[in-house]
């Protein structure tokens, strides 16, 4: 096992001359562009040279080196993923003015049906169910300011969202992104 007590300007550039091109490749397997898997694995070792006071890995370098490649190429998908996910929804909310308005009706219409749907709901569903979607609490919170478990407030949001889903039938793929865009993703 080997342990490295503190890196050296010696040591990462030997890890540089070792491991750059075989981590650059492993990152290009999964990211499956070039230029964005050699910028993980020079971020990597960047960042080592930042971090070099306060890391110690213990047991193979190679092994950390391809898990920290690793990670910050799930990283990077994860993150090219949401910015696709947010300018398509831009460009499907960018419309033109007739369009907006037409847009801007369904919303309201929408929003009236969600109200009218959560009205159905049983009072304490209800009550459960706006804690945790309109307030944002998390279901401990909830068992919390209504004194009851956190099973039962699990059962709540299980019958509030079964019947949410059937109110809203024909609305939920709209819902869905009201949703979404209230949560700012």
Request: hydrophobic share 35%.
């Amino acid at each position: 096992m080997e342990l490295v007590e503190a890196i050296t300007s010696q040591t990462l550039e030997a890890w540089f001359n070792q491991y750059y091109e075989p981590l650059a490749r492993y990152a290009f397997t999964m990211v499956k562009r070039q230029e964005e898997a050699e910028d993980i694995v020079q971020k990597l070792f960047i960042k080592l040279w930042e971090k070099r006071k306060e890391l110690e890995i213990t047991g193979q370098t190679k092994s950390y080196l391809y898990s920290a490649v690793h990670n910050a190429s799930l990283n990077h998908l994860n993150s090219a993923a949401r910015k696709n996910y947010h300018r398509e929804v831009e460009e499907d909310y960018s419309l033109s003015g007739s369009e907006r308005t037409d847009s801007g009706i369904e919303s309201k219409e929408l929003e009236q049906t969600i109200e009218l749907a959560m009205q159905t709901l049983p009072p304490k569903c209800r009550e459960v169910f706006q804690l945790s979607r309109q307030e944002r609490l998390s279901y401990k919170e909830i068992a919390d300011q209504l004194n009851i478990s956190t099973k039962t407030v699990e059962n709540q949001m299980g019958k509030a969202l079964k019947l949410m889903r059937t109110a809203l039938q024909e609305y939920l793929p709209a819902f869905i992104i009201h949703i979404l865009i209230l949560r700012g993703w």
